[in-house]
């Protein structure tokens, strides 16, 4: 690898370094020694040079007579970023410009015996883009950004949560295919008919030949422990040769997502064999189900719900942004661990956001393994797209290599053209361009997005939805009385509404909203130095905050509903309950107003550098209060109390599919645990639906007697089968007028299963207690917990290497009242 000046052809320049592929060139300098880590403190500023320099890769490919000898050899790339020309043997072979798509070249009249020398020639990213945009006529006149142009994650030009680090290189394997008379190019089970009676499916294979030629195919099929044949002998031409074979399973095994049922994978493989000699064979994994995006009229407009196997679903979960800002650092264990996180906290959906890139398989499978359905946009993010029509091609040829790519995997329910684009129309100063040209970006989206990857989508993955933006109605009027699509709602955050606008909302499907807060000390510390941690407003706090004015807009919400927090670490927590208690608000409102809207996905889940942003958990994995809130208002049966103009109505959401019997408690109650009234009854609770089970007004608590309503609690607790499966506060007052006493609270930490478990216990209520132990990463049941008076409880720690002694030395417990005031609460 080596750097060359951007305006100079690709000679060389300065020295040539060592560099992995997969990779890029920042973790390539980074590995080598040649730039500081680009996360610590304000080391990005320093790093832009990167970008405005091209880069230059060299290797040999080492051609044996054996691979000679085949009757093809072809070099691929699965991925390159981006733009750039290929040379091999000083010939340009290939120039791509698209991240998102597969580049193969037949090399074999290229290469001979011995070493060959492999270049690939990167220009600097904007410079490459801005070259493709001056070819567009319309250009002037849209002012499209140039970064459009090129088929690149736009995410590495910065975003609101994220860092400016457009890199360049091979960011996916590269290699040498060789074969002879044929090869599989492709394996789909398409399944035209499925039901727990049976399935009808039709396993085409895509055969890639080089002559006319007979030859038999094998294909075996099913769960691993009952395994199923066929057989064919056909003729195949030259060139593709798609054969199809009609597969009919009695009661099928099922795939459903997360929290409805199983997730059993059907195997299958096929050969391809030429006199009896296997010459090619492929393996895919797919489950089986149905998937319908329902559409109805109904007396609030237009549905908007996933119906899998028959079930209407409610959505919960989160959007994903890229889990790195270099993806090679992206391990199978930092996947499973987010994903695994997802499911742990009842989500069954995540989606997959268009500003970033297609995944590895390993992300998908992983999906597929959990249950957890991927609302997935397509690579498009928040720009003006082109209107050339190579342009139009390209992204053609992208999408159907990646949904040919991606067909078979169940946890795909949704392709979703674009994020936020459609709503561009009117952005950015585009709503004052005159007339032609305004008309003239509309017609080019429409094409695109409502056409192009529309009918791709049809032809190639006709299972599955395709939607043309997100947000969008696809193109229905909406009004106060009818809603349809999907929405991205930032009346909180963007707009400073408080959080109870969220209850205000009559949309069909929330596909964004979302709140910011700080990831927890040790993640901080990772990128600063003490000078560092004085506030949050220092520069390297707020380099670390890429939504302009975040910080502010956090202390702002901050004084709103809680106060000022005593100290810098204590704005860290007071941070994360806040963002917490904000998104629960909207989420249950949500979630009640079902079957109205149903679906409720906030963002976001994850973060691609230590940052403070809208995730729910951190670069490191670490889970923030807001994951740990989710478990519970993401909870399959949830109980939900709801004061509003004077009334406590008490809701149960049930995600079942049967009828649950239950026993709803409601205390109401002051600090110190006295009781003021107490309900308990048997409920009916009515499956995939919501509804209010009981009601209390305020005259029936005026009625108990003189109350201080700052200094009340509504506790209600819903137990099935003996057991209690959700559990919720509910105030009287606003945040900022509770009265929270000063809780000291005790901890007896004892040894228990593969970790320890500590015990927690307050003699007066106490709020988003939070159990930390200094250094150590350990992995906690549950935190953020609100204890009631009297009432222990006990959350289990795990990890590695915690020893007794430690976790009692380093134990700390902080509740939301200590973030405000100064006492001691652990002992």
């Known amino acids: 690898m080596s750097a060359f000046a951007a305006d100079a052809p690709p000679a060389v320049q300065g020295d040539w370094l060592p560099a992995t592929v997969p990779g890029d060139v920042h973790l390539d300098l980074l590995h080598d020694g040649k730039i500081p880590d680009p996360f610590y403190r304000d080391n990005e500023s320093k790093l832009q040079w990167i970008e405005k320099a091209g880069w230059e890769y060299r290797t040999s490919v080492e051609a044996t007579a054996s691979v000679l000898a085949r009757g093809h050899v072809e070099l691929v790339f699965e991925g390159l970023d981006t733009e750039c020309s290929i040379y091999l043997n000083g010939k340009r072979i290939a120039q791509p410009d698209n991240m998102f798509r597969e580049w193969r070249v037949d090399v074999k009249p290229l290469l001979h015996s011995g070493a060959n020398d492999l270049q690939i020639v990167f220009p600097a990213p904007m410079k490459a883009a801005e070259a493709v945009a001056a070819k567009d006529p319309w250009h002037d006149r849209t002012h499209t950004d140039p970064k459009g142009y ?13 860092p400016r680090f457009a890199t360049s290189g091979v960011y996916r394997p590269a290699y040498l295919e060789v074969w002879d008379n044929a090869r599989i190019s492709d394996l789909f089970v398409e399944q035209q008919s499925v039901s727990s009676a049976a399935a009808e499916l039709d396993v085409h294979v895509d055969v890639l030949a080089s002559r006319e030629q007979k030859a038999t195919l094998n294909l075996t099929y099913g769960i691993p422990s009952a395994d199923q044949h066929q057989d064919r002998t056909i003729t195949l031409g030259p060139g593709h040769n798609v054969i199809s074979f009609p597969i009919d399973i009695t009661h099928p095994q099922l795939w459903y997502p997360s929290g409805y049922g199983e997730q059993p994978i059907y195997q299958f493989h096929v050969s391809v064999k030429e006199e009896g000699k296997e010459v090619d064979s492929k393996n895919v994994k797919t489950g089986l189900r149905t998937v319908t995006l329902r559409r109805d009229l109904d007396k609030w407009g237009r549905s908007f719900e996933f119906v899998i196997n028959g079930i209407p679903v409610f959505a919960k979960g989160a959007d994903i942004i890229p889990f790195d800002s270099f993806p090679n650092r992206v391990t199978d264990q930092k996947y499973r661990h987010i994903l695994q996180s997802a499911k742990d906290a009842n989500m069954n959906m995540v989606r997959l956001w268009g500003g970033g890139y297609y995944e590895t398989q390993d992300f998908y499978d992983i999906c597929d393994e959990l249950g957890l359905m991927v609302f997935h946009d397509l690579m498009f993010g928040n720009n003006w797209q082109p209107g050339t029509y190579d342009f139009k091609q390209n992204i053609q040829k992208e999408a159907e290599f990646q949904m040919t790519r991606l067909r078979n995997h169940p946890s795909i329910v949704f392709w979703d053209g674009n994020n936020e684009t459609e709503e561009l129309r009117d952005w950015n100063g585009n709503g004052q361009l005159p007339p032609a040209v305004h008309e003239r970006i509309w017609q080019d989206y429409l094409t695109e997005f409502s056409g192009v990857l529309a009918s791709t989508a049809a032809r190639v993955t006709p299972q599955t939805p395709y939607w043309p933006s997100t947000p969008s109605a696809d193109y229905e009027e909406l009004s106060d009385t009818y809603q349809s699509g999907d929405n991205h709602d930032w009346s909180v955050w963007h707009q400073n509404a408080d959080f109870e606008e969220f209850e205000k909302r009559p949309w069909r499907f929330v596909s964004e909203y979302g709140f910011q807060s700080f990831p927890e000390m040790k993640t901080i510390e990772s990128f600063t130095n003490p000078e560092d941690r004085k506030d949050i407003f220092t520069p390297v706090m707020i380099a670390h905050q890429k939504n302009w004015g975040g910080n502010k807009i956090i202390q702002t919400y901050m004084s709103r509903y809680f106060g000022e927090p005593k100290d810098f670490a ?26 109205e809207t149903m679906g409720a996905l906030f963002w976001q889940l994850n973060d691609c550098w230590p940052v403070a942003s809208w995730s729910s958990i951190d670069y490191y994995g670490r889970w923030k209060a807001l994951q740990y809130y989710a478990r519970r208002f993401y909870a399959p049966v949830l109980v939900s109390p709801h004061f509003d103009s004077g009334t406590l109505s008490l809701y149960i959401v049930s995600d079942k599919v049967a009828v649950q019997q239950g026993q709803l408690r409601l205390r109401i109650m002051d600090f110190t645990g006295k009781v003021i009234k107490e309900t308990n009854e048997s409920v009916r609770i009515d499956p995939l639906a919501s509804k209010i089970y009981q009601q209390m007004t305020m005259t029936d608590l005026l009625s108990l007697g003189q109350l201080d309503f700052s200094q009340l609690v509504g506790v209600a607790e819903l137990s099935i089968g003996g057991k209690e499966v ?39 209520l106490a709020r988003a ?17 609100n204890l009631l008076p009297n009432e222990p409880a006990t959350i289990h720690v795990s990890g590695d290497k915690l020893s007794l002694d430690e976790l009692k030395r380093a134990a700390s417990v902080t509740s939301l009242v200590d973030a405000f005031t100064t006492t001691t609460h652990a002992n």
């Open 570 to 595: 204590s704005f860290l927590y007071a941070s994360q309950v806040l963002q917490a208690e904000g998104i629960k608000t909207g989420t249950e409102s949500f979630r009640r107003k079902r079957p």
């Open 769 to 785: 207690v939070y159990l930390s132990f200094g250094e150590a990463d350990a992995t906690y049941s549950d935190n953020y917990i």
């Open 726 to 764: 959700s559990s919720n506060l509910v105030f009287f007052v606003p945040s900022k007028q509770v009265k929270l006493p000063s809780a000291s609270i005790s901890t007896d930490i004892q040894p228990a299963g593969n970790g320890f478990d500590v015990t927690l216990k307050s003699s007066v």
């Open 150 to 162: 090129i088929r690149k994650a736009v995410y590495e030009f910065g975003w609101d949560w994220g």
